[in-house]
């Protein structure tokens, strides 16, 4: 029938509609369909909200007939924290079932046990179903030896550096990093990495170091600890602002030995590989500075979804079999912009990532690029598979991680605000830990009231 000036065909179409729903309700005394009416409702709170979530979430509602899941959001960033008024909702018996952290997800989330310890139901579930999940992760995500929340993905932070400079190590002190730093840069055209300025080294640092100076089970922290000070005494030394030239090139500088440390997201298989790509020899995973050299310096940061169930819910079985979906196969071998948790699926797809897969093209079998190897302005190299000993090597940076470290964003505020006057000379040392120290422990109490 095509264009209906002025709407009245539809209007008239729409008429007779509603009053036949209408007239339907009256017969069947105004009730939804009891399938629906029967079901018991869990409430999901979603600090991050997908696709992917509500496919699943539409999926377990299909399936499932006796509960039906209710998605209500909530902004970490609201005013008066929503991760405050989660908990005072959880308290009050009035909070969610099911709980989505997301991927900024940090340990204060939990502290005060507002949550359920998911230790037993991943061990019912490796057992019955014989699947292995990475203990180191479980056990860094841990707090008070209990599981409140764990998610589907990871990533690894940590500095790469030549193993001909470093040694073979897992982890070195700040001591350590200013010495190999200083005994290198004698008589040469060296640096830390492309990128250094005061501001640059102290954020990277700080992002995984952070976790050395807080505890947030005891509520303390030490930003005015002597391996804190050596923190900010090292990043004082660099230039304050950049200075590059056009014939700049990070890949020459790493490959002719310039550069000490090569910052390196691991989010991928191929991460590492990488690596190895851009240093030009065989590396070393050093990690951060750390407190005791028992802990690898690499940390482990969650990149997905993190799932938790409330300590107040009165259906912990079935939110717990909604949430379980995301840790089992094949849920876990299509985990993208990160590591999968499983350590079956982890197995599993890093083989396929050993494998070069080819594709016709022009008449022509051609392998696949998998990954590239590219700085702005530079020619990328690409990555087809990796090699047994880059598999063997990634597995074991991912299996002696030991520390979480999650992104609180107002902690790290205060400690990049008030570096700022000492970067520029108008506060001495000891003023600007004092105030760092202040300012982190009125914060941290403030978190954990």
């Known amino acids: 029938m095509g264009i209906y000036p002025g709407g009245k065909v539809r209007c008239m179409m729409k008429k007779i509609i509603i009053s036949g729903i209408i007239l339907c309700l009256l017969l069947s005394g105004c009730k939804m369909p009891e399938r629906e009416e029967s ?15 509500d496919k699943q979430v539409a999926l377990f509602n299909q399936e499932n007939e006796a509960y039906h899941i209710e998605v209500r959001q909530y902004n970490r960033y609201e005013d008066g924290d929503g991760i405050q008024r989660l908990q005072r909702e959880i308290v009050s018996g009035e909070g ?39 203990q180191n992760l479980i056990q860094a995500f841990s707090y008070k030896e209990k599981l409140y929340a764990l998610p589907t993905a990871f990533t690894l ?23 190999c730093y200083e005994e290198n840069k004698k008589g040469k055209d060296f640096m830390l990495y492309p990128g250094e300025t005061k501001k640059d080294v102290f954020g990277t640092l700080l992002t995984g170091s952070i976790d050395n100076y807080v505890d947030w089970e005891k509520g303390t922290c030490r930003f005015d600890s002597e391996e804190f000070r050596q923190i900010l005494e090292f990043a004082n030394q660099f ?33 590492t590989s990488a690596a190895e790509i851009i240093m030009g020899e065989p590396v070393t995973y050093v990690g951060y500075p750390v407190s005791e050299k028992t802990v690898s310096g690499t940390v482990i940061k969650a990149s997905s979804d993190v799932w938790a169930i409330s300590s107040t819910s009165k259906n912990k ?27 079956s699926a982890f197995e599993k797809m890093c083989k396929e990532a050993m494998q070069t897969e080819y594709e ?24 087809y598979q990796i090699s047994e000993a880059q598999a063997d090597s990634l597995k074991k940076v991912v299996g002696g991680a030991a520390v979480f470290s999650g992104y609180d964003s107002g902690l790290h505020t205060i400690l990049l605000e008030e570096s700022e006057a ?3 000379g108008d506060k001495t040392l000891d003023e600007t830990v004092e105030i760092m120290q202040k300012r982190a422990v009125l914060y941290m109490n403030e978190k954990i009231k």
Do not use: H
């Open 157 to 179: 932070q940590t500095y790469v550096a030549r193993t001909e400079t470093v040694g073979e190590r897992e982890s070195w002190s700040i001591e350590e990093l200013k010495q």
């Open 317 to 343: 079985e079935a939110a717990w079999e909604f949430i379980s979906r995301f840790y089992r196969i094949p849920y876990q071998e299509e985990i993208k912009g990160g590591l999968p948790v499983n350590k």
């Open 422 to 424: 000492y970067f520029a």
């Open 360 to 383: 016709e093209k022009n008449g022509e079998s051609v392998p696949i690029e998998k990954a590239w190897v590219s700085f702005e302005g530079e020619q990328s190299i690409p990555i």
């Open 39 to 53: 079901k018991t409702n869990l409430v999901l709170a979603a600090f991050e909200q997908n696709a992917e979530l």
């Open 96 to 134: 969610p079932d099911i709980i989505n952290f997301g991927s900024e997800y940090m340990l204060s989330d939990i502290v005060g046990q507002y949550t359920e310890d998911l230790n037993p139901y991943f061990t019912e579930m490796s057992e019955e179903e014989n699947l292995e999940f990475w």
């Open 239 to 271: 230039p304050t602002a950049l200075t590059i030239t056009e014939d700049c090139s990070p890949m020459e500088i790493f490959q002719n030995g310039k550069a000490l440390l090569y910052p390196l997201l691991v989010r991928t298989f191929y991460d």
